[in-house]
């Protein structure tokens, strides 16, 4: 008993040491950048690890107005959420359809959305580029908002009709000799309990949405429609680079995302564990 004992304890303190390195590795590149971006460019390479001498809060001011990287920051929020949108609202309503109802081609339909998983989507970049052409949507937000809204789908609809099949038919069935009707069981019973696959579902969506840069590189061309990955590259000079301003820039660009994940950690965790406690 004491054998296992120290063995259990020994397995903890492995996992927490594991645990333990992989924060760091995560928070030391992001508190190096926070700090740099209080620096000049000099100071950054003569003190990289130092903590700066007098912390240059102008930094951010200067990239929010003068470089302006609030037009680019807005850009991003409005095709970020108008995407996620359209995945959360559309992934859903597919996945209540294909979870909740059997019909002729539910599995051939599911099989066909779990496709758009297996293939990636920039290998249909120069097709979807003459689309896009041809249907006047270039320079224009919703060239990106439909690829990433198609691209975010078969994942959305996987997870949440995975999800589904956890929560208790009866309860639509009891919600229905209720009154309620089939959008009624959707809001009222089904939604509430999606909630946790609905955080992962949009913390798993809206960070590579929000950090693309490849396809407002080939879609926008115009700089006031440029978002946020695509905007910063104006720090980036032929001869010379601002690093303060690029952390100054990628600190703000990272702060949205982080702050997300914190307040849905709950929900993210939940729906992450919930397959388990209910296995």
Do not use: C
């Not at 508190?31 to 130092?50: C, D, G, N, W």
């Not at 293939?119 to 060239?143: C, H, K, N, Q």
């Amino acid at each position: 008993m004491r054998r296992q004992a120290i063995a259990r304890v020994l397995s903890a303190a492995l996992v927490q040491g594991v645990l333990a390195a992989n924060a760091l590795l995560v928070l030391l590149p992001l508190a190096y950048m926070v700090v740099s971006s209080l620096k000049t460019t000099r100071e950054i390479f003569q003190r990289p690890f130092a903590l700066p001498s007098a912390p240059r809060w102008q930094n951010y001011a200067e990239v929010w107005g003068t470089a302006h990287v609030g037009v680019y920051f807005q850009n991003s929020v409005v095709v970020t959420a108008a995407s996620m949108a359209v995945i959360l609202g559309a992934g859903t309503l597919a996945a209540f359809a294909l979870g909740r109802y059997r019909f002729r081609g539910n599995e051939l339909l599911f099989v066909f959305f779990l496709s758009g998983i297996m293939v990636p989507i920039r290998l249909a970049v120069i097709p979807l580029f003459v689309m896009m052409r041809d249907l006047g949507l270039l320079d224009t937000f919703w060239s990106l908002i439909l690829v990433y809204s198609a691209s975010g789908l078969p994942s959305a609809i996987f997870i949440l009709a995975g999800f589904l099949h956890t929560v208790p038919q009866e309860l639509d069935d009891a919600a229905r000799i209720d009154g309620a009707g089939e959008l009624g069981v959707l809001l009222r019973v089904v939604l509430p309990l999606l909630r946790p696959a609905l955080a992962i579902v949009t913390v798993y969506n809206i960070i590579p949405i929000w950090n693309d840069f490849f396809f407002p590189l080939v879609f926008i061309h115009q700089d006031r429609l440029k978002t946020l990955p695509l905007g910063l590259t104006v720090f980036f000079g032929e001869f010379q680079t601002n690093w303060a301003l690029v952390f100054a820039g990628l600190t703000v660009a990272a702060a949205p995302v982080l702050l997300l994940y914190v307040l849905m950690s709950r929900q993210f965790i939940r729906g992450l564990t919930a397959g388990a406690l209910k296995g």
